[in-house]
């Protein structure tokens, strides 16, 4: 059962500017519930949600026993959660998107992350949150629910390669690729890769921003395999890679 609490407003937030609601944007808080309320909250950055790891201890001790979520923006103001981003040819991403905050102690030691798994009472009401959020916003396309990282590569890694997508598409949530055509593609790349010129093409048919140098293709591509090919997320382009971006553009994209 999904239940919102509204008890600690932000301070930080404006009008939409008449912008509809398009995307769901997924963060990681990199820190327990405590500091990322005060945070979310005290000013500079917001987010329409917070969504609490139940095992963390600041969470157990506020007092609270079950499992809610933290309304900290209404969806129909803009909170400030997404900074610089684009995607599909968007900036400004704050303006027409519902940002969640996922509690999650994922770190960054200067350039080593630690990413932990979340905890599957929290991937449900996430899942029961996101539901409630289309049932509001039924044109948020599957392409549309998206990684803080996607829209933010050249910068940002949360949500994070633990992140279950696969099972929030399993759930009728977010975009997924089909096997049989991925198997395809990638017997094909698996005799010759695509010409890079090609898969960046690819890459900004699927949403991403064009990448404007080496480092940003390989970062741009470390995201997406955290997105879709967690297992390996170096960043290398192969086969596979190319295979689940190519089969992504042909489900989603009709190409």
Sequence with gaps: MLVIDTSFPARDFN?????????????YTAGPFASALR????????????????????????????????RLVDEDKRAWHAGVSDWDGRNNLNSGSVGIEIVNLAR?????FSF??????????????????????????PTEILGHADVAYWR???????F??????????????????????????????????EVERAFQRYGYKPAQNRQAFELRTRTFQMHFRP????????????????????KYRGI
């Design 15 to 27: 009008d939409r500017d008449g912008e509809s609601v398009r995307q769901v944007i997924l963060h």
């Design 39 to 70: 945070t979310l909250t005290q000013g500079g950055v917001s987010a329409h949600y917070l969504l609490p790891d139940p095992n963390e201890s600041s969470y157990r001790a506020a007092g609270y026993e079950e499992l809610r979520v933290f």
């Design 108 to 112: 960054d030691n200067n350039g080593v």
């Design 116 to 141: 932990p798994a979340y905890p599957q009472a929290q991937v449900d009401m996430l899942i029961v949150l996101i539901r409630d959020i289309l049932a509001r916003y039924p044109q948020i396309a």
């Design 156 to 162: 940002k890694s949360d949500p994070g390669p633990r």
């Design 164 to 197: 279950p997508w696969r099972r929030l598409h399993d759930a009728g949530l977010g975009a997924w690729f089909d096997e049989a055509t991925r198997a395809m593609y990638q017997r094909r790349f698996s005799v010759r890769l695509p010409p890079e010129v």
């Design 231 to 250: 297992q390996d997320y170096r960043g290398l382009l192969d086969a596979q890679t190319c295979a689940i971006l190519y089969a992504l553009n042909e």
